[in-house]
């Protein structure tokens, strides 16, 4: 593994041109004709009067400046590995005995999502915490996402970003650690506990219902389901198969959708907007899971770094790299499973041996953006066992 192993501190500063021609493109949006009865209709993707209603606020209303400092109030850094440039925050916590904590994101996220989480974690004596539970924290961009762009070359999937992201945490003196991630970042973390069992302490994953729709394709169906299980079953994995034509078109054929995503800011914003309203917890009384301004951090993230094409190209190498999403080790593991179901535990702890297995009713996918006190909380029990 080629690198320079220089550190360099990192600032996010948007040149003002760019948020210039972000407004005037919005304000040039050439909109569908929408078929009749379908406005607000969410069974043929996101619906439309929803996407007309935040293309306007994120033209008139939006502060990306403000959202900027924000981001920025935390230490940032690049590095290069293996010849990727690897943007990452890392915050020290305040605490003499805190332990490193690493947390990958996943698709279509990025480290915008963690903003509520970093002072809980670092500084829980500030939070209204036991300073017991502190954590260093390390939140890359994954390569190909956000600040981690543009991709340096072919061939960066999950596999390849696992030994990156093990190399991060060597480089900045850590020689063990503990993983924590959802999503892609769920695979990081567990291939990170397959491949490096002597330097990761435990890892904790973040999940939600959505992955019974995985299960038979991305994961096993376990033995002794009921024919009522099994049927339920079925449900997810139908509703999955209705919502993953984003993830068919760019692990088959990503170019054109890149295209798309990089040219036109309306584009990005249904892509990433969709998954944020129909992933996240379906239970809100009304509107959105997420804050807005911080759904459209996290969408201007990928406009202005122009990462919705290499995600893209991420999704197809990993999809293409022959490689089993499941990683089995003996770091012992935690599950805290947000917007739960009856045959979640079945299918995902059949045998009962990952004994930290939470579920929440409340949440969904983007859970330390969603809830982040519960997020906080399952964090620190679980790890509260493994920091001797």
């Not at 909109?31 to 969410?42: I, L, N, Q």
């Amino acid at each position: 593994m080629t690198n320079t192993n220089q550190i360099r501190p990192f600032r996010i500063d948007i040149a003002q041109a760019e948020l210039d021609d972000l407004r005037e493109r919005l304000g040039r949006t050439r909109s569908p004709h929408v078929v009749p009865g379908t406005e607000a209709d969410w069974g043929r993707g996101i619906a439309p009067r929803y996407l007309r209603e935040l293309v306007t606020y994120w033209r008139a209303k939006f502060d990306w400046r403000a959202q900027e400092a924000r981001l920025n109030a935390y230490d940032q850094f690049v590095t290069e590995i293996d010849g990727q440039t690897i943007h990452f925050f890392h915050v020290r916590s305040p605490e003499p005995e805190a332990i490193p904590l690493l947390i990958t994101h996943g698709y279509p996220g990025s480290v915008a999502e963690f903003l509520d989480v970093i002072g809980p974690l670092t500084d829980p004596r500030s939070h209204g915490g036991d300073p017991a539970d502190a954590f260093h924290v390390v939140i890359p961009s994954l390569p190909g996402f956000g600040f981690s762009t543009p991709l340096a070359s072919a061939g960066w999937e999950l596999a390849r970003t696992t030994e990156a992201f093990a190399e991060l945490m060597h480089r900045l003196g850590y020689a063990k650690f503990a993983a924590q991630g959802g999503d892609i970042g769920a695979g990081v973390t567990g291939r990170l506990a397959a491949n490096h069992p002597e330097r990761v302490i435990a890892t904790h994953v973040n999940s939600d219902q959505g992955s019974l729709g995985l299960v038979g394709e991305q994961l096993p169906i376990p033995d002794g389901l009921t024919e009522d299980e099994l049927a339920a079953l079925d449900v997810a994995r139908e509703r999955w198969a209705q919502q993953k034509g984003y993830l068919v078109l760019q692990t088959t054929q990503p170019n054109a959708i890149a295209a798309a995503l990089t040219d036109s800011p309306v584009a990005q914003l249904g892509w990433i907007a969709e998954k944020f309203q129909l992933w996240t917890d379906p239970a809100r009384a009304e509107g959105e899971a997420v804050d807005r301004d911080l759904l459209l951090t996290n969408v201007s993230i990928y406009w202005f770094t122009r990462s919705g094409a290499s995600a893209a190209q991420f999704l197809w190498e990993t999809a293409h790299s022959g490689m089993d999403w499941v990683a089995p080790s003996a770091v012992p593991q935690g599950w805290a499973v947000f917007d739960t179901h009856p045959l979640v535990r079945r299918v995902m702890n059949p045998d009962g041996r990952i004994e930290h297995f939470t579920e929440y009713a409340e949440g969904g996918h983007f859970a330390a953006a969603e809830q982040p006190d519960l997020f906080v909380a399952d964090v620190r029990k679980f790890f509260r066992d493994y920091r001797g």
